[in-house]
């Protein structure tokens, strides 16, 4: 009786491991790169940065009822709220992947796992650009 099919047809999963913090950050570097040049000369000095998980001061700023339920963060002062005036002591505009939540998020679903990084990545240099949630959300909409 055979349960899984043919061999050939199938990946070879026995030695495969979970990405890797280090892998992550080759994968959003590669979605940032792919995405398109105009795109990211607006982005300017956005930081990329990954992580296993929010820090405990984000989950509790959030109201976050587990560490599971975020995927990205974009910290800083977004373009629409920046002026031209540097402030001494801010901290650099930040995008944050997170590398469990995002791996439970593709383990439940039917996307790529460079496809989420990517939607992931998008979301949040829409944050940086100062849209909402439900503005970022309306664009998706559209081109969907």
Do not use: C
């Amino acid at each position: 009786m055979k349960l899984f099919g043919s061999r050939a047809a199938r990946p070879d999963w026995s030695d495969a491991k979970a990405p890797d913090l280090d892998d992550f950050e080759k994968l959003a570097a590669a979605a940032y790169a792919a995405l398109p040049a105009q795109f990211r000369a607006l982005t300017g000095g956005v930081e990329i940065r990954v992580a296993d998980f929010p820090d405990d001061e984000v989950i509790e700023d959030m109201q976050l009822e587990s560490e599971f339920d975020l995927l990205g963060l974009f910290t800083g002062v977004g373009l629409a709220h920046d002026s031209a005036v540097p402030e001494t002591g801010r901290q650099p505009n930040r995008v944050w992947l997170y590398r469990r939540p995002i791996l439970d998020y593709w383990a439940e679903n039917e996307e790529t796992l460079g496809d989420i990084v990517t939607h992931v990545l998008v979301h949040e240099i829409g944050h940086h650009f100062g849209l909402s949630d439900d503005d970022i959300y309306g664009i998706e909409d559209s081109v969907a």
